[in-house]
């Protein structure tokens, strides 16, 4: 989304009006309207319009636990087309707390009566994933235990964390599990994990273990690692808390009176602080770190943060110390596959280093953007794998699957996120030739989003017309030639700004295939001498190509003709690339650069437009440069 002084919003939260809104609704409509009567039929679609606004103000006051406004909002929707959804956002207020916690006094009968009924739907998951709540707060583990167990997706860090509560309420030693919950610090936001690391120090925990959890809380909550720091009876835990508040908010250095473990991990924060600004002495701060405390422990988050350092730094065992000190989970990815190879591959180990890269590749067929680097620093090609082709009986198949009609009705009313929800959930017991057919029929129904997210699901089988489609062919070749940049690039960046939603608009105001926000347009249409532009043609698909392409060119040409740094600017504002590499130390090559920028959206984006852009020359039966070559090399000055 180019834009100059705003971070994009990504393409999962865009306001759609999804191209099939109007044939949905007419599908719905249709069910109950007499052949042949023109006024029902009117009447109807003003009677569902009011239908839906209604449902809309419902989902409002649940999500305000307003009780007595849902109960009346629900009572006027009976006979609404999800009738689960009525339902769901009936009970849903009655489960909490104005304070969002667990309401004890909860209506139990209602809740298994809905699970009950929906039992296999995506909202009885979420209705009991709300119940855990309640259970929680009454502390009744048996019955918590009990629906954890059939808690399906269990993405709830809070359910995580009361899941320990209940087991610290039995007596069981859950400091080892808290870590490994809380190996994200994020996670340390939800009241639930600060409630149960409050109660393991309480409790009894090492002083160890108590510097361990004052430090992670005091990143997210300085009065929580206050709290916590008191517990080890020491002056010099809440000192540490404050300090590493402090650096997080953008505080100088300053030495304090503490135990070798309490210094080292003021000093990694510090660190994990200056890297996010991508300062040039973050690496510093965790080399003294380890110095101070060899045996140092740093949730994931930190560690990627001490890795980055180490790559702008080219401390290349300090990139090696972070990867090999991260969970399991977050090292086994082709991420730190890729970087732990290079880290070998700097110290002249190429055994090693083609070990990590040959891992990397395994790790998603090759196919994203470190599976890509990988397989260059092995010596191998780039190319699309096999076809896998749906049958129209496997097609019509997917079709009948239970959430998809619900998914369509939903992205009719522009609620993407319960449409995604809909479509996402029967996903997962799919395997890959029913991913494959359920991606052909998102594509038959106009949902060219979903078709490339189903997609790109699969494991073995694949089908990459899907992943990577080319519609609008002759538009992309003809704006980006006359743009003077690849159109495998502008469908690069086509794909991760809108996935090809043609009515795309943000929270920013950026429209189109390629997400340009009103400003910008302007000025770009003013470059191209287009004196008779206005923000309507916007939604014109060729409009939006031309003026998304000369940008994309003009950004390019201000960014050193570099590929990722203009990918940089059109998510980020063209300002920011230049701050993020003026405080390099040295020329490092652009995986470096993508991977150290700041803003994790941007970083990730960056990462996707150029993996995409490999894969869209194929697509386009091109042979596509290498993509250590697209990335080039990134210099301070």
Known sequence: ????????????????????????????????????????????????????????????????????????????????????????????PQLYNSDGTGNIYAPDAEVLQFLNTYKGQAIADRLRNDYLYVLAARRDWNRFNEHYAQFELKDDVSAKCYEQMGMLDNGQNVIANTKKILIDSKAANAKACQQLVQQIVERGASEEDINYFAALSAYNSAAQGQRIAAASRQSAGSAMSNLINQANNGGSFQSANMNAQQSALYQAYFGYAQA??????????????????????????????????????????????????????????????????????????????????????????????????????????????????????????????????????????????????????????????????????????????????????????????????????????????????????????????????????SSANANGLMQIIPSTARLVARSLGLSNFTLDQLGDIDTNVQLGTAYLAQTKNKLDGSFPLASAGYNAGPGRPPQWKSTLTRSVDGAIYAETIPFSETRGYVKNVMANTVFYYLAMKQRPPKLKDLMGTVSPD
């Open 1 to 92: 989304m180019p834009r100059f002084n705003q971070i994009r919003v990504s393409a999962v939260s865009l306001t759609v009006s999804a191209i099939i809104s109007s044939a949905t609704f007419n599908a719905f409509a249709q069910e109950s309207t007499p052949v042949g009567s023109t006024n029902a039929y009117s009447a109807l679609k003003i009677d569902a319009h009011y239908q839906d606004e209604t449902f809309k103000q419902l989902q409002a006051a649940a999500k305000a636990n307003n009780v007595e406004r849902a109960a009346q909002l629900a009572a006027q929707l009976s006979d609404y087309p999800i009738p689960s959804y009525v339902a769901y956002y009936r009970i849903k």
């Open 276 to 505: 996010r600004r991508a300062a040039p002495d973050a690496a510093s701060y965790f080399n003294n770190a380890y110095n101070q405390y060899p045996k140092l422990q740093l949730p994931d988050d930190v560690l990627g943060w001490q890795a980055r350092a180490g790559m702008r730094a080219g401390d290349w065992a300090l990139v090696a110390k972070a990867i090999d000190n991260m969970s399991d989970e977050e090292r086994n990815t082709s991420i730190w596959q890729y970087w732990r190879g290079r880290a070998y591959a700097a110290q002249n180990q190429s055994t090693q280093a083609n070990m990590f890269y040959e891992q990397a590749v395994a790790n998603k067929g090759g196919y994203d953007f470190y599976g890509i680097l990988a397989r260059e620093e092995l010596g191998q090609s780039v190319s699309l794998p096999p076809k896998t082709t749906p049958t129209d009986a496997e097609v019509s198949a997917a079709s009948r699957t239970d959430g998809f009609d619900r998914a369509r009705k939903f992205y009719a009313m522009n609620m993407i996120f319960e449409g995604n929800r809909e479509w996402n959930f029967p996903l997962r017991r799919m395997d890959d030739k029913q991913l494959i057919a359920a991606a052909e029929y998102g594509r038959r129904v106009g949902l060219l989003d979903r078709m490339i997210n189903t997609s790109e699901r699969t494991k073995t089988l694949h089908n990459f017309n899907q992943r990577y489609p080319t519609p609008y062919l002759s538009i992309m070749e003809n704006r980006s030639a006359q743009a003077g940049i690849p159109a495998a690039w502008t469908y690069g960046i086509i794909r991760q700004e809108s996935r090809f939603v043609t009515l795309a608009k």
